[in-house]
């Protein structure tokens, strides 16, 4: 159970391109749904806080504009790079929350976006 | 403010040895603490978590992990190690709140020697 499906695993586009990543939690409900950046050798570094039907959260120094988040439903959150450079080149991983807060974070398998 | 510190970004041990990975915490709350896998362009698989209760907390894979309070530590112990069990390691420490901030510390690599 517990099943966080990313789509896609892996993007390779042009410089100038919207990308957007899903995240979709299968067999569970997601209240809240967590969008991280993982640089090469590197933790992963929270970007926002995605709450069903209200705007996301985001943490300090992350552009809102730059990275749109959209979670309208239960079961999907979405991530849309927009206008896209080679220094947006990550790893990107999102986790999805059931409910109380004695529920652990179930991750997805992540996107590696290549911007060329 | 909570945060995070694993000890060694990389760790090696040879086939059935002792694993023994290293993390210590600070939170201003009592914290939950969680050790995370991940395999290479993967995302991380939950091995344990730590909430309320029992201090020694036992995982998936073999794995377990003691929550010392007195020493602020989390670490995760396998008694033999298997080449399957070559990944990274993540700690990570939330406050209880309905926010479930999660902070991971930086990553031990963790290599099985054959």
């Known amino acids: 159970g517990a099943v966080v499906s990313q789509h896609p695993s892996r993007v390779i586009c042009k410089s100038g391109t919207s990308v957007k990543i899903e995240c979709r939690s299968l067999d569970f409900q997601a209240t809240t749904m967590f969008w991280y950046r993982q640089f090469p050798k590197q933790s992963l570094m929270l970007m926002a806080t995605?709450?069903?039907?209200?705007?996301?959260?985001?943490e300090q120094g992350v552009e809102k504009d730059k990275f749109l988040i959209n979670h309208a439903s239960l079961t999907l959150s979405t991530l849309t790079v927009t206008s896209a450079h080679p220094e947006d080149s990550s790893f990107y991983i999102c986790?999805?929350?059931?409910?109380?807060?004695?529920?652990?974070?179930?991750f997805g398998d992540g996107t590696r976006l290549s911007i060329l | 403010a909570q945060s995070v510190t694993q000890l060694g970004s990389h760790v090696s041990v040879s086939e059935g040895a002792l694993v023994l990975l290293r993390c210590n915490y600070s939170s201003s709350v009592p914290p939950y603490l969680f050790w995370y896998v991940q395999y290479p362009n993967q995302g991380l698989q939950l091995l344990l978590k730590?909430?309320?209760?029992?201090?020694l907390v036992k995982g998936i894979n073999g794995f377990e992990a003691e929550f010392k309070k007195s020493e602020t530590s989390f670490h995760l112990t396998k008694p033999s190690a298997h080449m399957s069990d070559a990944a990274e390691y993540f700690c990570?420490?939330?406050?209880?709140?309905?926010?479930?901030?999660?902070?991971f510390g930086t990553g031990t690599k963790l290599q099985v020697i054959p």
């Open positions: 990570a420490v939330s406050d209880k709140g309905g926010y479930q901030k999660v902070t």
């Open positions: 986790s999805a929350k059931q409910g109380n807060s004695n529920q652990p974070q179930h």
């Open positions: 995605s709450n069903e039907g209200s705007k996301a959260t985001y």
């Open positions: 730590y909430t309320t209760g029992a201090t």
